[in-house]
């Protein structure tokens, strides 16, 4: 268990819905980091935040945003779905001063 | 950006054979390389990193090496067993708190 907490585990829904996955990383960490991972793009970064503050973006779609919270914990909202969306959803969490970054179990997200 | 390209993609071995995984990256700036593994449906788990000051590194049956010269580095795994068998992935950073960049993962088969 790395100590960081994804909800929920499994999503299904459907073509030009919203949904919104939750993060919360392990306890003193400051950075949460959201990563996309399908078959055949494999695990690639979206969109990172510290201490409330985005710090950086990849290969986040405009149909997609991020926020963190006072509590730290963090949210990825997904609109406008797409067949092409479904994937498994991962945030890691670190210090923010040190490389390391720990992965929660993901969400699974199936757009039918 | 930074572009990590792993090799083998697949990789199949005899039990207590050894193992060895090759990446390269791109940009010069990265100083942070860190290997996961991830077994099916779970969370991609680290389990072994190497900063640029080093050259290996070794814990139990696992090292990495790195060539900042050639910038590439591997992964080796000795004594393999089935337990091994997962998907493995390297990434590198360019600092701390930065985003990873992962190579696209070679899945190890061990057979018994």
């Known amino acids: 268990d790395s100590g960081v907490t994804q909800t929920p585990k499994h999503l299904i829904t459907a073509t030009g819905q919203r949904v919104t996955l939750r993060c919360s990383p392990r306890s003193g960490d400051l950075s949460v980091y959201w990563y996309q991972q399908s078959l055949d793009q494999g695990l690639q970064f979206l969109i990172q935040y510290y201490n409330g503050e985005e710090r950086a973006k990849g290969n986040i779609l405009e149909r997609f945003s991020a926020q963190q919270f006072p509590d730290l914990h963090s949210e990825l909202n997904l609109s406008s779905l797409e067949l092409g969306d479904s994937a498994l959803y991962f945030c890691a969490s670190g210090s923010g001063d040190r490389e390391t970054q720990y992965f929660g179990p993901g969400t699974r997200l199936l757009v039918l | 950006g930074e572009n990590v390209e792993q090799h083998p993609s697949t990789l199949s071995v005899q039990e207590g054979d050894s193992a060895v995984i090759k990446c390269t990256y791109s940009?010069?700036?990265?100083?942070?390389f860190p290997w996961y593994k991830q077994e099916l449906g779970k969370r991609p788990q680290l389990i072994i990193d190497i900063r640029s000051n080093v050259g290996e590194k070794k814990d139990q049956r696992i090292a990495v090496t790195l060539n900042k010269t050639a910038k590439h580095f591997s992964l080796h795994i000795t004594e393999t067993q089935p337990e091994d068998s997962a998907v493995y992935f390297c990434?590198?950073?360019?600092?701390?708190?930065?985003?990873?960049?992962f190579g696209g993962g070679t899945r190890v088969l061990v057979k018994p």
């Open positions: 990434a590198a950073s360019m600092a701390a708190g930065n985003k990873l960049t």
């Open positions: 940009d010069s700036a990265s100083n942070y």
